[in-house]
């Protein structure tokens, strides 16, 4: 599996446009890219995923350049609710459904 | 939407007993299941791959016999903790995955466990 780097943390404020960036300069062809977001003492939950170019759904957006070494999970208008730690991993899609999670950025959202 | 549950949410225990971890697909079927854990301020790390009437493959460093995982049926898997320890205090995650949806993982709620 591709090994994917994240900011370490991230501050914001209430209303803004958080991007979170991802490096995964290895990925493979076979890879997809998941964002996962993890509360203090709860399991991380699925946000969103994509193999190219954009995603969006109901809760953020995935933008994913053509060379796809690289990733960039969008929240729109975070509130205090969006402070938690967020996951960027890539996943073979021929394999057995296994995910392996970096560090994780600890994004945190001000009043 | 997929649900995974786990119990219990938390347990002590003394050092030396055994501690058993349910995870359970709810509304689907998975023949995989994945065990993490997570110690404070640290990213979750893969224990354990969870295969349906088979043999659990671990991840390097794990130990087996210390960490025994069955995996019954397609919407049951329980990891048991033997022989428990202080340092085996941590925070337990399960994961499923639903088969045609890209491999999306479904995550339980978590175990704390504390030992000690």
């Known amino acids: 599996l591709a090994k994917t780097t994240q900011p370490i943390s991230m501050d914001s404020y209430e209303g803004q446009e958080v991007n979170i960036t991802c490096s995964h300069n290895n990925i493979a062809t076979n890879d997809y890219i998941t964002w996962y977001q993890q509360f203090p003492s709860q399991g991380p939950r699925f946000i969103i995923q994509g193999y190219k170019t954009k995603v969006t759904n ?14 960039t999970l969008s929240l729109p ?14 996943g073979d899609m021929e394999d057995n459904n296994d995910m392996r999670f970096g560090a994780g950025t600890r994004l945190t959202v001000k009043p | 939407g997929a649900v995974v549950s ?18 359970r697909s709810l509304d689907f079927q998975a023949t995989t299941m994945f065990w993490y854990r997570q110690f404070p301020k640290q990213s979750l790390m893969l224990m354990a791959t969870s295969n349906e009437g088979s043999k659990a493959t671990y991840e390097q460093g794990v130990e087996k016999d210390k960490f025994l995982i069955n995996h019954a049926s397609l919407t049951l898997s329980t990891l048991t903790v033997t022989s428990a320890h202080p340092e085996d205090s941590s925070f337990y995650i399960c994961s499923a995955g639903l088969a045609g949806d890209w491999d999306t993982q479904y995550f339980g709620p978590g175990t704390r466990l504390t030992v000690l």
């Open chain 1, 58 to 71: 109901e809760v953020a957006s995935l933008f994913i350049p053509a060379d796809r070494k690289s990733s």
């Open chain 1, 77 to 90: 208008r975070v509130s205090l609710s969006d402070t938690a730690v967020y996951y960027c991993l890539v």
């Open chain 2, 6 to 23: 786990q119990h219990p949410s938390w347990v002590i225990c003394k050092s030396g007993t055994s501690v058993k971890i349910e995870c």
